[in-house]
């Protein structure tokens, strides 16, 4: 009830200062399994991406969120888990463990993804090289489709260090499903998908 | 008939006035809905025109905008200015998305939606009219670059600070003299106040929709090709005329006489047009054909400010003549 009421006021809230608009450029809104990757500039993009997809996806549709950062206060955690239902990763790998593990248990219940494959925030123009994430989900699971996402204008909204988030107008593109080729090498791969993203950037 | 009319109490007199232009608005919907099924009949099963498309989406956004309006009428003058406030917001919000800002910035422009944006909404709503006309030209003026300064970048410093302050001044300062109006007492006129926006809004409306259609129909080759593909001299000329016309006609609801509210009506108009041209060499300098941006990259707004910035011209000059001729 209570993250009923959370999820509704932040929504009203993103559409209020964003306005939160999808334009589906390269494939319509559909519950098929999906992993959207996007760039990724500001801790606003997880709540932008989420309220810009359709109430029906969003039920189905996981974000990825750094464990270092979500979970360090009973709030941050509370909203990602009941609210996002957020799929926690640890930025900093240890030894003995995958870290994609979390991921692919998700992607095995049938849970859709959204991903942001340079792995941290970028403020430069263009997003940096992906990480290789990306690649091995897409080896492990050939079924899942793989859409491209540009979020626009969600660093001026709430640039790094502010606290207070002023009114632009925001919108996520999403583009043509991506496919990884049979014998694609792993660079080549995530270059062709981070080509992708930007393309969307000037659609 | 216009001696019953005017014995009614002013309350009753604005409700007869909604009660008319939805009547207008009913009539006008339910002729361009059998429109559709003559012209399916004749030209079978073809889309329907582009003129008459165009002429639709009018209609719609004209019951959308008197729906407002008599919904901020009847909810009372905090809620009026409520709803004012919030396409100040909206009107702010796409200016600021189109201009550039850089990371110092941010200060600023909290400043401008969260402290100026409702301070002068409130002066406005608590009657506080010497305050609300200075406000913005002279406190928020000089409080701007003072944060900017604060904020420590000097690239393009000037630019910045003017393109923040002038979308403040068009979206906030222009737009609060809408409800201003509502709320302003005129000797003789008390609670009448929705009238003389009624006044405004048909006047500027009339004035730019009618330069709109005769620019379809005339074709007239444009005047300043590098601002507006569209502006003609001539088809200005006709639609202050028409404007001017219609505000004599109105002149009725108004506290002025005939020639007087013709007057009034010319100012209005050239205030709301040449506003509305400036917004477009606005426009020309981003690079975009309208604010909503109608498919292309930037936003997904869907162009208010191409909408209301005729109003947002004329409002504030509208405001000040009324006052200066009643010496209020």
Known sequence: MLAKLMSLFLLGLVRLLTGAQARWQGCPPMAEQRIYFANHQSHADLIMIWAALPQELRSITRPIAARDYWTTTPLRQWITTAVFNAVYVARERKADEDPLQPLAEALERGDSLILFPEGTRGNADLPQPFKAGLYNLAMRFPHVVLVPAWIANIQRV???????????????????????????ERRQFLDRAREAVIALRDL | MNQALRSLSPTQQVAALFIFVFGILVVVSTAAFLLTFRQRSTAHGDLPSDELKDFRALLGTSWFMVAVFWLAWAAGNAVATFLFALLSFFALREFITLSPTRRADHRGLVL?????????????????????????????????????????????????????????????????????????????????????????????????????????????????????????????????????????????????????????????????????????????????????????????????????????????????????????
């Open chain 1, 158 to 184: 709430m640039p790094k260090g502010e606290v207070v988030p002023v009114p632009i107008l925001c919108s996520v593109t999403f583009g043509a499903p991506l496919r990884l080729e049979p014998g694609e």
């Open chain 2, 112 to 328: 401008a939606f969260f402290v100026v944006l409702p301070i002068q909404y409130w002066l406005v709503g608590t009657g506080h009219f010497d305050l609300f006309t200075v406000f913005i030209p002279v406190y928020v003026f000089l409080a701007i670059p003072v944060i900017s300064a604060l904020g420590g970048d000097t690239q393009r410093f000037l630019e910045r600070n003017a393109k923040l302050q002038w979308g403040i001044t068009v979206c906030v300062y222009g737009m609060s003299h809408v409800p201003a109006l509502l709320l302003l007492s005129f000797p003789d006129y008390e609670g009448k106040g929705a009238f003389m926006v009624f006044f405004l809004v048909i006047v500027v409306q009339s004035c730019m929709l009618l330069q709109h259609v005769l620019t379809r129909r005339l074709k007239r080759p444009p005047s300043h090709p590098e601002i507006s593909a569209s502006f003609n001299w001539t088809t200005w000329a006709l639609g202050m005329v028409l404007g001017s016309i219609v505000g004599g006609l109105l002149s009725f609801i108004t506290p002025f006489r005939a020639w007087q509210a013709i007057l009034m009506a010319f100012v209005a108009c050239a205030a709301g047009s040449m506003g509305h041209l400036v917004m477009k060499a606005l426009k020309r300098d981003r690079g975009i054909a309208a604010w909503g941006n109608r498919g292309a990259a930037v936003t997904g707004a869907n162009g208010l400010l191409d909408r209301v910035d005729a109003l947002c011209f004329a409002a504030p000059i509208f405001f000040h003549s009324a006052r200066w001729y009643f010496a209020i």
